[in-house]
Protein backbone atom coordinates (compact mmCIF):
# COMPACT_ATOMS: atom_id res chain seq x y z
CA UNK A 1 0.00 0.00 0.00
CA UNK A 2 3.08 2.68 0.55
CA UNK A 3 4.30 1.59 -2.47
CA UNK A 4 1.15 2.87 -4.03
CA UNK A 5 0.94 5.65 -2.15
CA UNK A 6 4.11 7.00 -3.34
CA UNK A 7 3.31 6.18 -6.79
CA UNK A 8 0.59 8.35 -6.71
CA UNK A 9 2.01 11.12 -4.70
CA UNK A 10 5.02 11.72 -7.24
CA UNK A 11 3.07 11.18 -10.67
CA UNK A 12 -0.03 13.46 -9.61
CA UNK A 13 2.71 16.25 -8.92
CA UNK A 14 5.01 15.46 -12.07
CA UNK A 15 1.92 15.51 -14.04
CA UNK A 16 0.74 19.05 -12.52
CA UNK A 17 4.74 20.43 -12.78
CA UNK A 18 4.37 19.26 -16.75
CA UNK A 19 0.92 20.33 -17.26
CA UNK A 20 1.84 23.74 -15.58
CA UNK A 21 4.85 23.76 -18.00
CA UNK A 22 2.66 23.06 -20.85
CA UNK A 23 -0.05 25.52 -20.82
CA UNK A 24 2.73 28.48 -19.80
CA UNK A 25 4.93 27.69 -22.76
CA UNK A 26 1.94 27.42 -24.95
CA UNK A 27 0.60 30.90 -23.37
CA UNK A 28 4.14 32.82 -23.96
CA UNK A 29 4.95 31.23 -27.17
CA UNK A 30 1.36 31.99 -28.87
CA UNK A 31 1.68 35.73 -27.40
CA UNK A 32 5.15 36.20 -29.16
CA UNK A 33 3.83 34.71 -31.86
CA UNK A 34 0.94 37.21 -31.95
CA UNK A 35 2.49 40.39 -31.53
CA UNK A 36 3.98 39.70 -34.60
CA UNK A 37 0.83 39.80 -36.76
CA UNK A 38 -0.90 43.07 -34.62
CA UNK A 39 0.07 44.88 -38.00
CA UNK A 40 -2.12 42.04 -39.83
CA UNK A 41 -4.85 42.42 -37.97
CA UNK A 42 -5.23 45.65 -38.04
CA UNK A 43 -4.84 46.07 -41.94
CA UNK A 44 -7.79 43.23 -42.12
CA UNK A 45 -11.36 42.51 -41.63
CA UNK A 46 -10.75 42.48 -37.65
CA UNK A 47 -13.77 39.72 -36.95
CA UNK A 48 -12.50 37.23 -40.26
CA UNK A 49 -8.87 37.71 -39.23
CA UNK A 50 -9.55 36.63 -35.40
CA UNK A 51 -11.37 33.55 -36.52
CA UNK A 52 -8.35 32.28 -39.06
CA UNK A 53 -6.20 33.22 -36.01
CA UNK A 54 -7.80 31.37 -33.55
CA UNK A 55 -8.19 28.29 -35.94
CA UNK A 56 -4.72 28.54 -36.40
CA UNK A 57 -3.50 28.54 -33.16
CA UNK A 58 -5.44 25.31 -32.67
CA UNK A 59 -3.01 23.78 -34.84
CA UNK A 60 0.03 25.49 -33.75
CA UNK A 61 0.20 25.01 -30.24
CA UNK A 62 -0.25 20.90 -30.55
CA UNK A 63 2.38 21.19 -32.57
CA UNK A 64 4.51 23.39 -30.94
CA UNK A 65 4.12 21.83 -27.40
CA UNK A 66 4.49 18.34 -29.15
CA UNK A 67 7.60 19.23 -30.00
CA UNK A 68 8.74 20.49 -27.18
CA UNK A 69 7.72 17.75 -24.59
CA UNK A 70 10.60 15.72 -24.37
CA UNK A 71 12.60 18.30 -22.94
CA UNK A 72 9.82 19.79 -20.35
CA UNK A 73 9.45 16.27 -18.66
CA UNK A 74 13.03 16.13 -17.86
CA UNK A 75 12.47 20.22 -16.68
CA UNK A 76 9.43 18.99 -14.74
CA UNK A 77 11.70 16.18 -12.93
CA UNK A 78 14.04 18.47 -12.07
CA UNK A 79 11.92 20.43 -10.51
CA UNK A 80 10.15 18.03 -8.64
CA UNK A 81 13.29 15.89 -7.13
CA UNK A 82 14.95 18.95 -6.68
CA UNK A 83 12.02 19.98 -4.28
CA UNK A 84 11.75 16.41 -2.68
CA UNK A 85 15.39 16.55 -2.22
CA UNK A 86 15.49 19.91 -0.23
CA UNK A 87 12.25 19.38 1.72
CA UNK A 88 14.14 16.23 2.64
CA UNK A 89 11.35 13.62 1.23
CA UNK A 90 13.94 11.25 -0.60
CA UNK A 91 16.05 11.14 2.76
CA UNK A 92 12.28 9.58 4.14
CA UNK A 93 12.46 7.04 1.15
CA UNK A 94 15.62 6.02 1.71
CA UNK A 95 15.95 5.95 5.22
CA UNK A 96 12.72 3.60 4.66
CA UNK A 97 14.44 1.34 2.33
CA UNK A 98 12.55 2.81 -0.52
CA UNK A 99 15.59 3.48 -3.38
CA UNK A 100 15.57 6.30 -5.84
CA UNK A 101 15.52 4.13 -8.37
CA UNK A 102 12.26 3.00 -6.90
CA UNK A 103 10.95 6.41 -6.25
CA UNK A 104 11.42 7.46 -9.75
CA UNK A 105 10.04 4.98 -11.40
CA UNK A 106 5.92 6.55 -12.05
CA UNK A 107 7.90 9.50 -13.82
CA UNK A 108 9.67 6.69 -16.37
CA UNK A 109 6.18 5.35 -16.80
CA UNK A 110 4.47 8.55 -17.75
CA UNK A 111 7.20 9.77 -19.65
CA UNK A 112 6.75 6.50 -21.77
CA UNK A 113 3.22 6.29 -21.92
CA UNK A 114 3.39 10.53 -23.13
CA UNK A 115 6.04 9.87 -25.47
CA UNK A 116 3.57 7.15 -27.08
CA UNK A 117 1.00 9.15 -27.62
CA UNK A 118 3.12 12.22 -28.54
CA UNK A 119 4.55 9.84 -31.53
CA UNK A 120 1.15 8.72 -32.50
CA UNK A 121 -0.33 11.77 -32.29
CA UNK A 122 2.50 12.70 -34.54
CA UNK A 123 1.55 9.59 -37.26
CA UNK A 124 -2.34 10.60 -37.17
CA UNK A 125 -3.13 13.95 -36.53
CA UNK A 126 0.02 15.70 -36.63
CA UNK A 127 0.83 15.47 -40.53
CA UNK A 128 -2.86 17.07 -41.01
CA UNK A 129 -2.38 20.04 -38.72
CA UNK A 130 1.17 20.83 -40.07
CA UNK A 131 -0.86 21.48 -43.38
CA UNK A 132 -3.75 23.55 -41.70
CA UNK A 133 -1.23 25.62 -39.88
CA UNK A 134 0.82 26.38 -42.95
CA UNK A 135 -2.47 27.09 -45.10
CA UNK A 136 -3.55 29.24 -42.64
CA UNK A 137 -0.56 31.03 -41.73
CA UNK A 138 -0.12 32.27 -45.33
CA UNK A 139 -4.13 33.22 -45.03
CA UNK A 140 -3.65 35.53 -42.25
CA UNK A 141 -0.46 37.24 -44.03
CA UNK A 142 -2.63 37.68 -47.18
CA UNK A 143 0.83 36.14 -48.87
CA UNK A 144 0.33 35.72 -52.92
CA UNK A 145 2.44 33.46 -54.66
CA UNK A 146 3.40 33.87 -58.59
CA UNK A 147 4.56 31.09 -61.35
CA UNK A 148 3.79 27.82 -59.30
CA UNK A 149 3.81 24.59 -61.39
CA UNK A 150 1.45 22.28 -59.65
CA UNK A 151 0.80 18.27 -60.68
CA UNK A 152 -2.44 16.38 -60.64
CA UNK A 153 -1.40 13.01 -60.88
CA UNK A 154 -4.64 11.67 -60.70
CA UNK A 155 -6.27 13.21 -63.77
CA UNK A 156 -2.85 13.68 -65.26
CA UNK A 157 -2.86 17.16 -65.33
CA UNK A 158 -0.07 20.04 -64.89
CA UNK A 159 -0.98 23.24 -63.55
CA UNK A 160 1.07 26.69 -64.48
CA UNK A 161 -0.60 29.06 -62.11
CA UNK A 162 0.46 32.90 -62.54
CA UNK A 163 -1.12 34.41 -59.32
CA UNK A 164 -1.90 32.51 -56.78
CA UNK A 165 -3.89 34.52 -53.87
CA UNK A 166 -4.16 32.33 -50.18
CA UNK A 167 -6.31 34.55 -48.65
CA UNK A 168 -9.44 33.78 -51.06
CA UNK A 169 -7.45 31.04 -52.84
CA UNK A 170 -8.05 32.57 -55.99
CA UNK A 171 -5.94 32.20 -59.27
CA UNK A 172 -4.85 34.28 -62.07
CA UNK A 173 -3.53 33.59 -65.75
CA UNK A 174 -3.98 30.09 -65.35
CA UNK A 175 -3.02 27.14 -68.00
CA UNK A 176 -4.52 23.62 -67.75
CA UNK A 177 -2.14 20.87 -69.49
CA UNK A 178 -4.03 17.93 -69.70
CA UNK A 179 -2.11 14.73 -70.85
CA UNK A 180 -2.84 11.27 -72.45
CA UNK A 181 -3.09 8.83 -69.62
CA UNK A 182 -0.53 6.32 -71.82
CA UNK A 183 1.30 8.57 -72.68
CA UNK A 184 2.03 11.32 -70.11
CA UNK A 185 4.31 13.17 -72.22
CA UNK A 186 2.03 13.72 -74.95
CA UNK A 187 -0.55 16.86 -74.70
CA UNK A 188 -4.24 16.15 -74.73
CA UNK A 189 -5.43 19.38 -74.37
CA UNK A 190 -4.48 22.83 -72.89
CA UNK A 191 -6.81 25.56 -71.01
CA UNK A 192 -5.51 28.85 -70.52
CA UNK A 193 -7.89 31.08 -68.44
CA UNK A 194 -7.86 34.46 -67.19
CA UNK A 195 -8.90 33.47 -63.53
CA UNK A 196 -10.06 30.36 -61.53
CA UNK A 197 -11.00 29.01 -58.03
CA UNK A 198 -10.40 25.58 -56.15
CA UNK A 199 -13.63 24.24 -53.97
CA UNK A 200 -12.88 22.01 -51.11
CA UNK A 201 -14.37 19.22 -53.09
CA UNK A 202 -11.54 19.74 -55.81
CA UNK A 203 -13.53 21.11 -58.06
CA UNK A 204 -11.56 23.69 -60.31
CA UNK A 205 -13.55 26.83 -61.84
CA UNK A 206 -12.20 28.60 -64.58
CA UNK A 207 -13.27 31.87 -65.99
CA UNK A 208 -12.77 33.15 -69.80
CA UNK A 209 -11.46 29.90 -70.99
CA UNK A 210 -9.38 29.36 -74.16
CA UNK A 211 -9.33 25.44 -75.46
CA UNK A 212 -7.06 23.71 -77.22
CA UNK A 213 -7.03 20.28 -78.47
CA UNK A 214 -3.99 17.96 -79.07
CA UNK A 215 -5.07 14.72 -81.21
CA UNK A 216 -2.87 11.24 -80.57
CA UNK A 217 -0.09 12.51 -82.90
CA UNK A 218 0.25 15.40 -81.14
CA UNK A 219 -1.40 17.80 -83.79
CA UNK A 220 -3.15 20.79 -82.49
CA UNK A 221 -6.88 20.95 -83.87
CA UNK A 222 -7.15 24.05 -85.91
CA UNK A 223 -8.49 26.27 -83.77
CA UNK A 224 -8.81 27.18 -80.26
CA UNK A 225 -12.53 26.92 -78.57
CA UNK A 226 -13.00 30.03 -76.54
CA UNK A 227 -15.38 29.23 -73.54
CA UNK A 228 -16.73 31.74 -70.80
CA UNK A 229 -16.06 28.98 -67.81
CA UNK A 230 -15.43 25.10 -67.37
CA UNK A 231 -15.32 23.35 -64.15
CA UNK A 232 -12.54 20.55 -64.09
CA UNK A 233 -12.71 17.74 -60.86
CA UNK A 234 -9.12 17.38 -59.82
CA UNK A 235 -6.89 15.39 -57.56
CA UNK A 236 -6.01 18.57 -55.39
CA UNK A 237 -6.29 20.25 -52.20
CA UNK A 238 -5.30 24.06 -50.99
CA UNK A 239 -2.12 22.65 -49.65
CA UNK A 240 -0.89 21.51 -53.11
CA UNK A 241 -0.17 24.78 -53.77
CA UNK A 242 2.11 25.43 -50.65
CA UNK A 243 4.13 22.52 -51.78
CA UNK A 244 4.28 23.71 -54.87
CA UNK A 245 5.63 27.53 -53.71
CA UNK A 246 8.69 25.19 -51.66
CA UNK A 247 11.69 23.60 -52.79
CA UNK A 248 11.07 20.28 -52.75
CA UNK A 249 9.25 17.50 -50.96
CA UNK A 250 11.99 17.72 -48.06
CA UNK A 251 10.74 21.47 -46.78
CA UNK A 252 7.27 19.08 -45.94
CA UNK A 253 8.93 16.05 -43.98
CA UNK A 254 7.70 17.40 -40.87
CA UNK A 255 4.05 16.74 -42.67
CA UNK A 256 4.64 13.42 -43.28
CA UNK A 257 3.58 9.96 -41.86
CA UNK A 258 6.24 6.99 -41.39
CA UNK A 259 4.63 5.56 -44.52
CA UNK A 260 4.58 8.16 -46.68
CA UNK A 261 8.68 8.96 -45.54
CA UNK A 262 9.26 5.10 -46.51
CA UNK A 263 7.47 6.04 -49.87
CA UNK A 264 9.50 8.85 -50.08
CA UNK A 265 12.57 6.59 -49.63
CA UNK A 266 11.83 3.89 -52.48
CA UNK A 267 11.34 6.80 -54.93
CA UNK A 268 14.58 9.09 -54.43
CA UNK A 269 17.03 6.41 -53.06
CA UNK A 270 19.65 8.78 -53.46
CA UNK A 271 18.51 11.28 -51.57
CA UNK A 272 19.37 10.25 -47.81
CA UNK A 273 17.18 13.23 -46.01
CA UNK A 274 14.46 11.42 -45.94
CA UNK A 275 16.04 8.18 -43.94
CA UNK A 276 17.33 10.62 -41.46
CA UNK A 277 14.06 11.99 -40.59
CA UNK A 278 12.52 8.80 -40.77
CA UNK A 279 15.19 6.64 -38.32
CA UNK A 280 14.97 10.08 -36.50
CA UNK A 281 11.16 9.75 -35.91
CA UNK A 282 11.03 6.58 -34.72
CA UNK A 283 14.18 6.90 -32.66
CA UNK A 284 12.55 9.90 -30.87
CA UNK A 285 10.28 7.62 -28.76
CA UNK A 286 13.14 6.88 -26.63
CA UNK A 287 14.12 11.02 -25.89
CA UNK A 288 12.44 11.46 -23.02
CA UNK A 289 13.68 8.39 -21.19
CA UNK A 290 17.43 9.13 -22.30
CA UNK A 291 17.06 12.90 -21.28
CA UNK A 292 15.79 10.98 -17.53
CA UNK A 293 18.33 8.99 -17.61
CA UNK A 294 21.02 11.53 -17.91
CA UNK A 295 19.04 14.44 -16.23
CA UNK A 296 18.42 12.73 -12.77
CA UNK A 297 21.37 11.62 -11.86
CA UNK A 298 22.95 15.23 -12.92
CA UNK A 299 19.90 16.85 -10.51
CA UNK A 300 20.32 14.75 -7.51
CA UNK A 301 23.87 13.40 -7.52
CA UNK A 302 25.51 16.70 -6.62
CA UNK A 303 25.23 18.31 -3.88
CA UNK A 304 24.91 22.33 -5.10
CA UNK A 305 22.59 21.21 -7.29
CA UNK A 306 19.46 19.87 -5.04
CA UNK A 307 19.58 23.21 -2.77
CA UNK A 308 18.52 25.33 -5.78
CA UNK A 309 15.47 24.54 -7.57
CA UNK A 310 16.39 27.59 -9.97
CA UNK A 311 19.75 25.69 -10.75
CA UNK A 312 18.13 22.43 -11.29
CA UNK A 313 15.74 23.76 -13.85
CA UNK A 314 19.57 25.07 -15.79
CA UNK A 315 20.87 21.70 -15.56
CA UNK A 316 17.87 19.69 -17.25
CA UNK A 317 17.97 22.90 -19.66
CA UNK A 318 21.67 22.17 -20.32
CA UNK A 319 21.12 18.17 -20.75
CA UNK A 320 18.49 18.63 -23.07
CA UNK A 321 19.98 21.40 -25.28
CA UNK A 322 23.15 19.26 -25.49
CA UNK A 323 20.72 16.09 -26.44
CA UNK A 324 18.80 18.12 -29.32
CA UNK A 325 22.22 19.73 -30.67
CA UNK A 326 23.92 16.38 -30.86
CA UNK A 327 20.92 15.13 -32.98
CA UNK A 328 20.87 18.12 -34.84
CA UNK A 329 24.69 17.62 -35.57
CA UNK A 330 23.98 14.19 -36.57
CA UNK A 331 20.85 14.57 -38.40
CA UNK A 332 23.15 17.41 -40.45
CA UNK A 333 25.80 14.75 -41.42
CA UNK A 334 23.43 12.33 -41.77
CA UNK A 335 22.03 14.62 -44.95
CA UNK A 336 25.47 15.29 -46.32
CA UNK A 337 26.28 11.34 -46.30
CA UNK A 338 29.05 12.17 -44.05
CA UNK A 339 27.79 9.57 -41.24
CA UNK A 340 25.46 7.26 -43.01
CA UNK A 341 21.85 8.09 -42.61
CA UNK A 342 20.20 5.15 -40.52
CA UNK A 343 23.13 5.41 -38.11
CA UNK A 344 22.63 9.14 -38.12
CA UNK A 345 19.19 8.56 -36.82
CA UNK A 346 20.00 6.83 -34.17
CA UNK A 347 23.38 7.53 -33.08
CA UNK A 348 22.11 10.40 -30.46
CA UNK A 349 19.63 8.10 -28.58
CA UNK A 350 22.66 5.47 -28.32
CA UNK A 351 25.05 7.94 -27.42
CA UNK A 352 22.40 9.54 -25.02
CA UNK A 353 21.05 6.15 -23.55
CA UNK A 354 24.57 4.67 -22.91
CA UNK A 355 26.00 7.86 -20.99
CA UNK A 356 22.70 7.53 -19.20
CA UNK A 357 22.71 3.84 -18.02
CA UNK A 358 26.34 4.81 -16.41
CA UNK A 359 25.13 7.78 -15.16
CA UNK A 360 22.11 6.21 -13.47
CA UNK A 361 23.73 2.60 -12.45
CA UNK A 362 26.19 5.04 -10.43
CA UNK A 363 23.87 6.86 -8.65
CA UNK A 364 23.91 7.06 -4.64
CA UNK A 365 20.59 6.04 -3.90
Known amino acids: MVFKRIDRYVTWRFLAFLVGMLCLLGFLYGSFDLLK ?15 LLLRYYLYLLPLFLVDIVPALILVAAGVLLVQMARTRELLVLKASGISVYRAVAPIF ?31 IDQKVETELLVKD ?70 QASPLPSATLQTGL ?14 QTMVMQTLSQLRQQIRRNPNVPDFRVVFHSRIAAILSPIILLLVGI ?34 SSMGATETVNPVLAGWLPSIVGGSAGLYLFQGMHT
Open 237 to 250: IPFDFVRAAESGDQ
Open 37 to 51: RVEDIRHAQVGRQLA
Open 297 to 330: PCLIGFETTVKSRFLGVIVSILVAAGFYALGFAL
Open 109 to 139: LCAFVISLLCFLFQQSLGPRFARQKEMLDKR
Open 153 to 222: PAYHRRLFVGQYDYADQSMRNVTVMDFYPENQQRLKAVMRADSAHLDAGGMLDLEDVSLQAFDESGTPHP
